[in-house]
């Protein structure tokens, strides 16, 4: 029976013989991450997510792949997010799905094995989740590239439109985003919010959010995804994928190890060299450094 490749392209929604197929095209796996964090009283938690995941499911229709299950985790609190955090949300508790560096790189390692192991030999990568956290996932997949012969690349969404568009958290760039993406999810009016005790204040809302606009945040996403592709069908090779001996946890743990060796280096670890202390009567005083663990 000829292989169909029809139009579903999230991993989640293909039947076997429908998953083959669009591998067999073309081995390139793309993987959204986000995150739920605080954008202002006026705008929804997922954003971050949101964008992610319209970057990838708009490139697989251009250049093929396959999308899979979106990680709406990442990592937050620690390192320079200890400061900001006491400075834009204060000892409220700011309702994140944040997850220490450690946990979330060490299951990004077996992320990537699932894919290697399901035939895939191009990886994307895609943040919405920005700061520097990509920078400790492109550490730890140039580790994973010294073991196995696949093709890792991480991007977060501001750097793929660097020198066209400055990104923010919650300002112009970003509530431009989710006016685009999802309209719904935006009320300018919940600014009333801010002033209601134990609510949060601004919750990290940017001081140029009222700049924000739908036709800014479709170009600044059609922006991204221009370079997105492009990037993407650069990596893309032609031709049969080598076969790769399936990986085993031990594969992993190995390659882990590695990894945490270096975890002094994480940006997500440690403050901002020109950050303040974050203050001692602080909640996110104990997360300022971090140390992860074996």
């Known amino acids: 029976m000829k292989p169909n490749i029809g139009p579903k392209i999230l991993w989640s929604e293909l039947l076997p013989h429908e998953f ?34 319209w970057l990838c499911i708009e490139a697989a229709r251009r250049t093929g792949g396959i999308v899979a299950p979106s990680m709406g985790y990442h990592i937050h609190e620690t390192g320079y997010h200890a400061r900001w955090l006491e400075e834009e949300v204060g000892e409220n508790d700011p309702l994140l799905t944040g997850i220490p560096p450690g946990v ?15 035939g895939f030999r ?28 696949v093709t890792v690349w991480v991007r977060s ?17 970003e509530l431009s985003q989710q006016m685009y993406l999802r309209p719904d999810l935006v009320d300018m009016e919940a600014r009333v919010w801010e002033n209601v005790p134990g609510c949060g204040g601004k919750m990290a809302l940017g001081d140029d959010a009222d700049e924000a606009t739908p036709k800014l945040g479709e170009s600044i996403m059609n922006a991204c995804l221009d370079r997105l592709c492009a990037a993407v069908c650069s ?8 076969p790769i001996p399936p990986l085993t946890y031990g594969t992993i743990e190995e390659i882990w190890r590695r990894v945490l060796s270096g975890s002094d280096t994480w940006v997500t670890a440690l403050p901002w060299p020109d950050q303040k202390p974050v203050s001692s009567h602080s909640r996110w005083k104990t997360y300022e450094y971090y140390r992860a663990e074996s």
Do not use: W
């Open 20 to 53: 083959r197929a669009r591998l067999a095209a073309c081995p390139t796996v793309y993987l959204p991450l986000g995150i739920c964090e605080p954008h202002g009283q006026v705008s929804a938690f997922g954003l971050d997510t949101f964008k992610a995941e």
């Open 104 to 118: 979330m790189i060490h299951f990004f390692l077996y992320q990537l094995r699932s894919f290697v192991n399901a």
């Open 122 to 149: 191009t990886i994307v990568v895609v943040s919405g989740h920005s700061g520097g956290n990509q920078a400790d996932l492109r550490q730890a997949a140039a580790v994973f590239m010294e073991y196995v012969p």
């Open 157 to 173: 969404d501001p750097e793929l439109v660097d020198g066209l568009y400055t990104g923010d958290h919650a300002g112009k760039y």
């Open 235 to 242: 990596l893309n090779k032609a031709g049969d994928p080598e």
